[in-house]
């Protein structure tokens, strides 16, 4: 039986770049949860690799560092220019350069941008770019992406404490144990809570700031109308 395109073995890409694989993940995710903004510009790029949520680990890329992993990715096809725009916008070409369908591309993504989970995981993580059934329908994905000639992800060795195995995709290479083990351990989950709650404290700041002085100007028109502050708030 002949091999279709999209089982036949495929020439093995150069290890990406944490970078790149980062560039590349962003790209596909905001074309799934922001089609409104994509493709995207360079300063929209940089802000979603050094976004501080659903990120592991959390990137501090300048713009020159996330063109210089753009350009990487345009020498391999995997990302092109979008045309029709004075400022220059990009776009991923990934799903048809890997071979793989939309749904394995979404877990491919999940795991470049958040890191090693479970299929269940997964499931929960990956929801925005694909609605997956049943954690079954995503172990099934996994398992193709895995047979694929280079694999593009891998099931690890199940820690001491895990109930399940957790699955890391190895566009960037072989997968570091070292570094798989420290996020293993609480380091990753801490880092990105510790972010999440710097973003939370920096959103309470704003808030507090814009009820002092929508206060300041209730307190104007209420001086200008010759009436109480509770007048204007509680009106009878």
Known sequence: MNQTQEDAPRPALRALTALEARVLGVLLEKER????????????????????????????????????????????????????????????????????????????????????????ELRLNSA???GFADVSSVEAFLDELAQREPSYVVKLARAPGERESRWAHLLCGEVDVADIARDASGDGASADVDALRSEWRAEHERLTREVAELRAIVEHLAAQLGVSVDAIVRPS
């Not at 063109?67 to 990302?79: C, F, H, M, T």
């Not at 004075?86 to 369908?101: C, Q, S």
């Not at 795991?111 to 269940?120: E, K, M, S, V």
């Open 33 to 120: 949860t922001v089609p409104d903004t994509y493709p995207l510009s360079l300063n929209a790029l940089t802000a979603g690799c050094n976004q501080k949520t659903a990120r592991l680990p959390v990137m501090s890329a300048s713009e020159a560092d996330v063109q210089d992993a753009v350009d990487g990715l345009k020498q391999r096809s995997l990302v092109f220019d979008a045309s029709s725009s004075r400022v220059a916008r990009y776009e991923h070409n990934m799903t048809r350069v890997l071979g793989i369908p939309s749904q394995a591309a979404a877990l491919l993504v999940t795991l470049i941008l958040r890191g090693p989970q479970t299929a269940a």
């Open 128 to 130: 925005r770019l694909h």
